[in-house]
């Protein structure tokens, strides 16, 4: 017996009775289309495992090599200053970002490129005092 999930097949032979063609035999497009969508749900489980499986297995990979992985990057502190100090003026985290990416000054990642939500995250970390250098 069926105790979770979809139920469309039961409601499918219910609707349809058990005509002419025997009891609970389900037939036509609208059957075809209830057994893919269940064939479709349960592939794409399937697949999202086994995708999970893998990359639990690479990052241990990555971490038995000892590789580290993800990990905070952090404003050199004279550019940490200068975020306080565009902050304090009352400038928004998109104007800093722009003014830093014009000053040539290098994101955390290396970039000469800034973007707001990373200007946000380094004022959030400032306020709890985990200013650099």
């Not at 219910?14 to 064939?39: K, N, T, Y």
């Not at 992985?69 to 009352?90: E, F, N, P, S």
């Amino acid at each position: 017996m069926h105790t979770g999930g979809y139920q469309g097949l039961g409601r499918l032979r219910q609707a349809r009775g058990s005509g002419s063609r025997g009891e609970g035999e389900v037939f036509g497009p609208l059957a075809f289309g209830v057994v893919a969508g269940l064939m479709t749900t349960r592939f794409d489980r399937l697949e999202r495992r086994l995708f999970a499986d893998r990359t639990e297995v690479a990052f241990a990979a990555r971490k038995a090599r000892g590789v580290t992985l993800g990990g905070a990057r952090r404003v050199a502190g004279a550019v940490a200053w200068r975020i306080v100090g565009m902050r304090d003026r009352g400038l928004g985290c998109a104007v800093i970002a722009q003014q830093l990416g014009s000053a040539g000054e290098l994101s955390p990642a290396g970039r000469t490129v800034w973007q707001r939500p990373s200007v946000r995250g380094d004022c959030e970390s400032f306020e709890l005092g985990q200013v650099v250098g």
